[in-house]
């Protein structure tokens, strides 16, 4: 090992990302487990996931916070991550009232979503702002390490941020524009370093800024290392260098046989026709997990659809997935499947915000949340016909976005066409239908499903994702039944309509069959994520070819 450094654990969501890539870089990981073990550290990494409010919370009851100001003070090296980042402000608008370090003399504020959605999303840039009198930094010889901030991006999951501005020039050490919000996205001051981004979640160009910070001098505290703004000129050039984002999709199931396989469907069947009526089987899902990686996916995304069928508490082989992938990949990590309250079979009752809790401590970034995302909407309407408050706190979507932030939980939406003659022939959100019905119909609503498609419910999609919305959710995965597996393009119609009515991210899913289609869907619909499955698995086309397609379309792609 070249050396070890502190992790300050609060009971965050996904560290183990972080440990993995600390791993990886040749250093061990020593868990910070009492206030002392601060105070005796060498080199801390501060890294939160979730809300401003559960982390400051965690660290005074936990008797963290004087130590780790004291730490700080000391001139050891300190790096926070995201919230790690935050915590060290006055303050944040996430949770008014709840106090943070205080180092940084600036208040966490939240995005405003004016055309822009909220979370901030996926990948952007971050352009330096500082000089180090004229000589190279020990951070900003890596970030940015073989471009610059036109062609680097790192991976950002945020609603709130430090906007700039020219009173926190001794702490701005990086700035990134989303929308036309300008924001500090990474801050230096004598030992501390901090970003906004998740560098164990931001490939090969994030390993470089953490190798940096693990490869840093002991102590970091002569004068000479306070860093210098650059020329004022510098910040207006500032651009959103946000990206679209394309993701890989792995839908897991156990076969015949009771080996864990990648699988597809065709409107969500996924057994072969042809061959013994057996699961099709596309591969081993690690293995799958790292050739997108390393063929540049912005993400990836497990489906367990045989989750329903037993306790994913038990389901230890999705948990082996997720331990064994973050060890060697370094992109957001969603599982999906099985996301609700259960009771095992000894009567011992599992809350949601506890199922979540497994998969993140296993390495996952985010939960997808399906079936029990449309029983909550259900329960909401019911509430709120009856005149009664309709947010109780108690779905697994308000519990888990408490927790671990709106970021963390995306609703997979599973819908298919009921066609109408006339709008006026159901009390549910209708659109003209590109595909006509069976009669000749040219409307139709969608139906929400659950159960993996096989049951459906008295809901529409509208519906259910403007409410998930208002229960917390950050993020809306956007299938369609009817497209899944047919090669024919994405539902435009319905993912048009999704994107107008949420702020939150929407990623198009389900129907890419080529290049064009991926074209289409975000020149048409602005999502600002696709994602397929088949068409990758199978190697028709690979994910550079689509990457090298829209970056020719003039569209903002991490390469």
């Known amino acids: 090992m070249k050396g070890s450094v502190h992790l300050l654990d609060y009971g965050a969501g996904n560290v183990l990302s972080l440990v993995n890539a600390v791993k990886r870089l040749g250093y061990d990981v020593i868990y910070v487990k009492s206030p002392n073990d601060l105070l005796n550290a060498k080199r801390l990494l501060f890294p939160g996931v979730g809300a401003f409010g559960a982390a400051m919370q965690s660290l005074r009851e936990k008797g963290y916070t004087e130590p780790l100001k004291q730490y700080i003070k000391s001139g050891r090296p300190f790096m ?5 980042l935050q915590s060290l402000c006055e303050g944040s608008d996430e949770d008014d009232g709840v106090e943070g370090l205080g180092l940084i003399p600036v208040k966490v504020k939240k995005f405003t979503n004016s055309g822009k959605s909220v979370p901030h999303m996926g990948w952007n840039s971050a352009t330096i702002v500082q000089s180090n009198d004229g000589t190279e930094s020990y951070i900003s010889s890596k970030l940015n390490h073989d471009g610059g901030p036109e062609t680097i991006r790192y991976y950002f999951v945020h609603s709130y941020a430090v906007p700039y501005s020219e009173a926190l020039k001794d702490w701005a050490f990086s700035l990134t524009k989303y929308g036309d919000e300008l924001f500090i996205s990474s801050v230096r001051k004598e030992n501390v370093f901090a970003t906004q981004f998740h560098p164990e979640k931001s490939g090969f160009a994030g390993l470089q800024v953490l190798e940096t910070f693990l490869s840093a001098p002991e102590i970091i505290s002569d004068s000479s290392k306070i860093p210098l703004i650059l020329a004022p000129s510098i910040v207006p050039t500032i651009r ?9 999709c792995l839908d897991v199931r ?10 597809k469907g065709d409107q969500y069947d996924v057994r072969e026709r042809l061959d013994g009526n057996n699961v099709r089987n596309l591969g081993k899902p690690v293995d799958l997990a790292q050739r997108y990686f390393e063929e540049g996916a912005d993400e990836i995304t497990f489906l367990n659809i045989t989750s329903f ?16 992938s973050s060890e060697s990949i370094f992109v957001p990590l969603t599982i999906g499947g099985g996301i609700r309250d259960i009771v095992e079979p000894d009567g011992t009752k599992v809350t949601a915000l506890d199922v979540a809790g497994q998969y993140f401590r296993s390495g996952a970034d985010k939960v997808s949340i399906g079936s029990d995302a449309v029983f909550a909407v259900e329960d909401y309407l019911r509430r709120k016909d009856a005149g009664e ?3 109780t ?20 939406v599973d819908p298919r066409r009921v066609f109408v003659s006339s709008p006026s022939d159901t009390k549910h959100h209708v659109l003209e239908s590109l595909v006509p019905g069976p009669n000749g119909e040219k409307y139709c609503w969608y139906q929400c499903t659950v159960k993996g498609g096989r049951e459906g419910r008295d809901i529409d999609v509208r519906q259910l994702v403007v409410i998930c919305e208002a229960l917390g959710a950050g993020e809306i995965l956007l299938n369609c039944m009817d497209r899944d597996g047919s090669n024919s393009g994405y539902e435009i119609t319905l993912v048009s309509d999704v994107k107008d009515a949420v702020s ?21 619909c602005n999502v600002e994520a696709a994602l397929a499955a088949g068409i990758f698995h199978r190697r028709e086309i ?3 070819s689509v990457k090298d397609f829209l970056r020719e379309k003039g569209m903002e792609i991490r390469s």
Do not use: W
């Open 254 to 263: 156990t076969n015949d046989s009771g080996d864990l396989v990648v699988t």
């Open 240 to 248: 959103n260098g946000f990206t679209r984002r394309i993701i890989a």
């Open 504 to 524: 939150i991210p929407v990623i198009a899913s389900s129907g890419a069959g080529k290049l064009e289609h991926f074209a289409e869907v975000f020149e048409s």
């Open 389 to 391: 408050n309709p947010l």
């Open 80 to 84: 926070g991550i995201c919230v790690g």
């Open 542 to 544: 690979p994910i550079k």
């Open 393 to 412: 706190g108690t779905t697994a979507i308000e519990q888990i976005a408490k927790v671990y932030g709106s970021q963390a939980v995306v609703i997979s």
């Open 309 to 324: 069928r037993d306790s994913p508490v038990r389901d230890q082989p999705m948990l082996e997935v997720l331990r064994l």
